[in-house]
């Protein structure tokens, strides 16, 4: 991601540093590479990335991420149930 002609915010350290192995947004991920994704990631450093790029994490929210954050809590809400979780 470019923003106001600078270096790049994700780049190949943070892709290392994060353990992931995508470079997009990540919206083609079928269920297991979400899983699989969400058990490589490296937390404490998701945590030191949200840090170094607080500026546009905290832009408002828009339709498109609301619309995500739905589903986020009603995945939340279904793990926390322990109902069974259908994988492809």
């Known amino acids: 991601m470019l923003v106001a002609r600078k270096n790049q915010l994700f780049n190949v350290h943070w892709k290392e540093r994060l353990n ?3 470079t997009d947004t990540g919206n083609a991920l079928n269920d297991d590479e979400i899983i699989d994704l969400s058990h490589s990631l490296n937390i404490k450093e ?3 990335y ?3 790029v607080a500026g546009i994490l905290l832009m408002p929210p828009t339709r498109h991420i609301m619309l995500h954050l739905n589903y986020c809590c009603k995945w939340k809400e279904h793990i926390r149930s322990n109902k069974k979780i ?3």
Request: with cysteine.
């Open 50 to 52: 949200w840090n170094e």
């Open 86 to 88: 259908y994988r492809s």
């Open 20 to 22: 992931v192995s995508i």
């Open 46 to 48: 998701l945590l030191c």
